[in-house]
């Protein structure tokens, strides 16, 4: 049982040693994995089983059966609905990293929609409650509860009921007041069946394709694993790799998850600096398709006021916080 004022999950800072109760000093409590109710909602464990084995199916159909020019489809809806999460609901509304005007933001709803990851005003909101709380019982994929809730537990279970003490603390008027936003949510039950799955099945019969064959590669598999890419920001990239930015954060730094989300991998730097549109220090475009998107949506001014770091910023924290592991260690060395 945790000391009494404790938030399972995050660093607590208290007022004596209740650990040892030897010392009148403050002390650092790690944060702890406190045993807490699963409220299992079966509804959503059946549908993501189900939708998961579907996956596997149409995988097996990209692999072999499918036509090429299909799968190539299923490449691109996965390009366009990666975007509508990393560009759209991450870099544009949830942190307001740069502005977009109306057709960009017109495309980038149409995007997300695809993605079906719940409307942006909610996931914004998810996201605001990540960053703000992060890895306390009011980040709603707290890591420090394990890979599996990071990853997908956290939508099978009902939300902890810290998220919706703390969730007045976060301010989304701004994303309220954009009228696509609420047309979005308003009529999201229409507009994602028909963008998510039925549209990415009959396009392909277009060139010939079988509805069966579009139905479970474009839109089912393409789904999964959209689906479990982005979780793995939430499971992996708080788990496995380097902390150049900060080393007193879970979130790290990982290349392989950067190249399958479209460069939203470089997770320590994003929780450390998450103003920056970028989400990267450096922006390599091979790592980071969701800048090459963004900076050319600048090109056509479709995109402004992209908001980033200064060099000296962060090579300032790298040396206050960092773990070592940044080049600029190596650049010290030298002088
Ligand atoms: C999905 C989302 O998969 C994935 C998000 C990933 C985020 C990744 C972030 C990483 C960075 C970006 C990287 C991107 C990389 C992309 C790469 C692409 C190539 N604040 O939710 P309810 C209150 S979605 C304030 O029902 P339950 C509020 O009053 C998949 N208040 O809670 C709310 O009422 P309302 C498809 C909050 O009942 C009420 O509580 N979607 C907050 O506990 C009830 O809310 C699904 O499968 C808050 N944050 O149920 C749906 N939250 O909304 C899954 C709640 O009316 N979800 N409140 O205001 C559910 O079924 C349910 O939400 C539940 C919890 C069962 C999980
Ligand atoms: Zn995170
Ligand atoms: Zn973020």
């Not at 999460?85 to 709803?109: E, Q, V």
Request: glycine content about 6%.
């Amino acid at each position: 049982m945790p000391p009494q004022g404790q938030q399972a999950g995050s660093w607590v800072l208290y007022e004596t040693d209740t650990v040892n109760n030897d010392s009148d000093a403050p002390v650092l409590v790690p944060p702890s994995a406190e045993k807490r109710v699963w409220k299992i909602v079966w509804r959503n464990v059946i549908l993501f089983v189900l939708l998961h084995i579907g996956g596997v199916y149409g995988a097996y159909l990209f692999l072999t059966k499918a036509m090429w020019t299909t799968c190539l489809f299923a490449v691109f809806l996965y390009l366009c609905s990666g975007l509508g999460i990393t560009a759209g609901a991450h870099r544009l509304w949830a942190h307001k990293s740069y502005k977009a005007r109306l057709p960009l933001r017109l495309l980038l709803t149409l995007f997300n929609t695809l993605a079906f990851q719940d409307a942006v005003l909610d996931w914004a909101r998810d996201h605001r409650m990540h960053h703000k709380y992060s890895e306390t019982d009011a980040d709603p994929h707290n890591a420090t509860r394990g890979f599996f809730f990071s990853h997908v537990g956290w939508l099978l279970v009902r939300k902890h009921p810290e998220i919706k003490a703390k969730g007045h603390t976060i301010d989304m008027s701004d994303l309220w007041a954009d009228p696509i936003l609420r047309f979005q949510k308003k009529y999201y039950l229409a507009l994602m069946p028909l963008i998510c799955f039925i549209l990415p099945s009959y396009i392909p019969t277009l060139w010939g394709e079988s509805a069966w064959n579009a139905y479970w590669v474009c839109a089912i598999f393409r789904y999964v694993y959209v689906l479990n890419v982005t979780w793995l920001v939430n499971s992996a990239a708080h788990k496995w790799g380097s902390k150049p930015y900060d080393k007193n954060i879970n979130p790290v730094e990982t290349k392989p998850v950067s190249l399958v989300v479209l460069g939203e991998g470089f997770h320590n730097y994003h929780h450390t600096f998450p103003w920056d549109y970028k989400t990267a220090e450096l922006g390599d475009y091979s790592l980071n398709f969701s800048k090459l998107f963004i900076d050319f949506m600048a090109s056509i001014g479709w995109a402004y006021d992209l908001k980033t770091v200064s060099a000296e910023v962060v090579e300032k924290r790298v040396k206050r916080t960092g773990d070592g592991s940044h080049h600029v260690w190596g650049w010290d060395d030298k002088d």
